[in-house]
Structures are given as structure tokens and as C-alpha cells.
């Protein structure tokens, strides 16, 4: 929760959805088992209501399942629930998640009606023998026409992309973000793969059939993708999957699971920009690097890992990274060797 904006997570697993991915075990990644009634949804916004709202604003997210699939009768019973709550002030938002080829301009009225504010489509990717191997059962096209559709009728809309999915490379995940770009979302979320136990994927695995989208794959492959979306103006709110106990306690067989993620990201990031930097730095020397506070230890990396990196990388005796007045995720060169200013 940040201070601006309180998330309510209400999960419907798998609801709606009538293909099964072959990366996905919504109950497994969610960490829920049980699907939402309009009774969940209650007492999800009555504990959250007995907690101070310091001035953030309060969402009810539905998320795990193709929110808008479910048939009619149970949206509405959901959505009445929430639309219940904001009526009495004690909400101020609805957002959800479903499919590209669930929305149509039927659906998108129904959304409005009950307060419905973000709109967040499971694009993937925008390749099409990527989503066909992934058993995705829609189209690119459907991933542009929905978004248009969301973004005409008035709803904030974010998109959803994954990294190293079957038949991806790093070139196709470049090529997604690029066309997700296009379509002007108000931001993304990048899942790279995880494999989890008993899905599809997991069995291709074993046999061999797919390989596995580590952890550093993710890292080399998001530390380019970030930029792209940033550069545009899109923020990336979510990097990798939120770590449950079930996916830490071995549900995630392999594949791209790291509770900070987004972390590894930001410091393979700025290592890149610390490597620009250096080039042509004379070995041996002593290095002073400044970045704001708030990008400090990132910079630094996991157990120092960027100054380690570097040091080996250029010859250099030492790096020393402070905190300096620049934008967060900035970095400049403050001294070399002799400590004469730049």
C-alpha cells in the first residue's frame, strides 16, 4: 500500500477462463484457493475500512481469473458488492483483470455502471506463435482492439506482458513491449515466467520441451524492456510475480521467481549506466559515482554486487557510490583517481 493508493485484492481463480495456459495455476499464484462471493468482497472492504486511510485511495481489484468471461449475473452480484461500498464512501474505485476477447461494448457499459475505473488486459505477448504455443486462445489483434476499446470508453488501461513464454525470444519481448508502447496504456506489468508445479509448462520441462526463463534471463531481458516503457512516459508498476508461500515454499519448480525482482532489475539498470560511464577509465584508479538517495542501493546492487562487477570489469581499485542531487535511477561521475572534479 502506498500512500497514494490502497489496493484491495479480492481473488476469482481461474473464473472465466475458458482456455488453460500452459504456464498458469491461478490458485497456486495467487496463494487463493477459494473463488470470491459478493460475501468476500464485503468483508475484503469491511477490513479494510477499520484501517486509517492517510490519505490513499482505496481500489477493489479483482484479480486471477477473466473477470469480464464470468457470466453476467455473477459480475454484476460482484460488482454490486463493491459498487455498495463506494456509495457509502467507504470505496473510491473498482479495477479488474480479464481477457483481451472478453470485451466488447456490452461489457465495457456494465463496468461503468458499477464504478469501474482500470481495466488491466492480460496481453502476454503480441507475437502469434508465442500466445499459440502459450494456449493463450486470442490473437495481437484482439490485444490492440480491446485496448482502444478500454482507453475510448474512458477507462484507465493497463497492460500485461510476460517474458521468455514458449517459442519467445529476448528480440519478440522487445517487439511486445514496442507494440504494447503503441497503444498508450497508463502502465504495465511484466511477468517473466515461472514454472509452476503440475501446469503444462512444467511437464514440457521435465520432458525437456521447453527451456527454462531464469531468473538472470529475466533480469538481461527487463533491464531492456523497463527503459522502453519509461522512455515513453508508461511507468512499469509491477516486476515479477508477488511472492506467496506457496510458490516460495516449492510450487515455483523453476523459472523466473525472485521476491525482489523488480530490485535485480533496477540494479542491472544501473549497472549499464555505470558501465557507460567508466568506459575508458584508466585501470588501477579510484572511482567516485553520486545517484539520489532513493536509487542508493540498487546502484550498489545485492551484497555490492555492481562495485564488485565493476572493480573486476575496468581494474579499478575502488568505487565508492553517494548520494547526489539527480533524479531517482540517475547516476553521474563525480571524480577519478585524483578526486578532480567533473
Known amino acids: 500500500?502506498?500512500?497514494?493508493?490502497?489496493?484491495?485484492?479480492?481473488?476469482?481463480?481461474?473464473?472465466?477462463?475458458?482456455?488453460?495456459?500452459?504456464?498458469?495455476?491461478?490458485?497456486?499464484?495467487?496463494?487463493?484457493?477459494?473463488?470470491?462471493?459478493?460475501?468476500?468482497?464485503?468483508?475484503?472492504?469491511?477490513?479494510?475500512?477499520?484501517?486509517?486511510?492517510?490519505g490513499a485511495k482505496r481500489q477493489l481489484a479483482f484479480y486471477g481469473g477473466s473477470f469480464t468471461a464470468i457470466p453476467a449475473d455473477r459480475q454484476e452480484e460482484l460488482l454490486a458488492a463493491a459498487a455498495e461500498a463506494i456509495a457509502r464512501g467507504e470505496l473510491d474505485a473498482i479495477r479488474l483483470s480479464t481477457r483481451p476477447d472478453a470485451i466488447d461494448d456490452e461489457v465495457l457499459t456494465r463496468l461503468r455502471r458499477f464504478g469501474v475505473e482500470t481495466v488491466e488486459l492480460g496481453a502476454q505477448s503480441m507475437d502469434g506463435e508465442v500466445l499459440r504455443l502459450s494456449g493463450r486462445g486470442h490473437t495481437a489483434g484482439d490485444v490492440e482492439r480491446s485496448a482502444r476499446a478500454v482507453k475510448a470508453a474512458g477507462f484507465r488501461l493497463i497492460l500485461q506482458m510476460m517474458t521468455g513464454l514458449p517459442g519467445d525470444s529476448d528480440e519478440k519481448d522487445a517487439e511486445t513491449a514496442k507494440k504494447l508502447i503503441a497503444l498508450q496504456p497508463d502502465g504495465v506489468r511484466i511477468y517473466p515466467t515461472v514454472i509452476?508445479?503440475?501446469?503444462?509448462?512444467?511437464?514440457?520441462?521435465?520432458?525437456?520441451?521447453?527451456?527454462?526463463?531464469?531468473?538472470?534471463?529475466?533480469?538481461?531481458?527487463?533491464?531492456?524492456?523497463v527503459p522502453l516503457f519509461e522512455e515513453a512516459g508508461i511507468p512499469v508498476i509491477r516486476l515479477?510475480?508477488?511472492?506467496?508461500?506457496?510458490?516460495?515454499?516449492?510450487?515455483?519448480?523453476?523459472?523466473?521467481?525472485?521476491?525482489?525482482?523488480?530490485?535485480?532489475?533496477?540494479?542491472?539498470?544501473?549497472?549499464?549506466?555505470?558501465?557507460?560511464?567508466?568506459?575508458?577509465?584508466?585501470?588501477?584508479?579510484r572511482v567516485l559515482l553520486g545517484t539520489a538517495e532513493r536509487s542508493l542501493s540498487q546502484a550498489i546492487g545485492q551484497k555490492r554486487e555492481n562495485l564488485q562487477r565493476l572493480c573486476r570489469e575496468y581494474g579499478l581499485e575502488e568505487i565508492k557510490i553517494v548520494p547526489a542531487a539527480v533524479k531517482e535511477g540517475e547516476i553521474i561521475l563525480l571524480s577519478v583517481e585524483n578526486g578532480e572534479e567533473i
Open 1 to 54: 500500500m502506498s500512500a497514494r493508493e490502497c489496493v484491495i485484492p479480492v481473488f476469482v481463480p481461474h473464473l472465466g477462463c475458458p482456455h488453460r495456459c500452459v504456464f498458469c495455476d491461478q490458485r497456486r499464484i495467487s496463494g487463493s484457493g477459494e473463488s470470491a462471493t459478493a460475501d468476500t468482497v464485503r468483508q475484503a472492504i469491511k477490513t479494510a475500512a477499520a484501517l486509517p486511510r492517510n
Open 196 to 225: 509452476v508445479r503440475d501446469t503444462e509448462l512444467w511437464r514440457l520441462w521435465k520432458q525437456g520441451a521447453y527451456r527454462e526463463h531464469s531468473t538472470e534471463d529475466a533480469v538481461r531481458v527487463c533491464a531492456k524492456l
Open 240 to 285: 515479477g510475480l508477488n511472492p506467496t508461500e506457496e510458490l516460495s515454499g516449492g510450487e515455483a519448480a523453476g523459472g523466473a521467481y525472485h521476491p525482489a525482482l523488480g530490485e535485480l532489475v533496477r540494479a542491472r539498470i544501473l549497472l549499464e549506466k555505470m558501465r557507460a560511464l567508466l568506459a575508458g577509465t584508466p585501470r588501477g584508479g
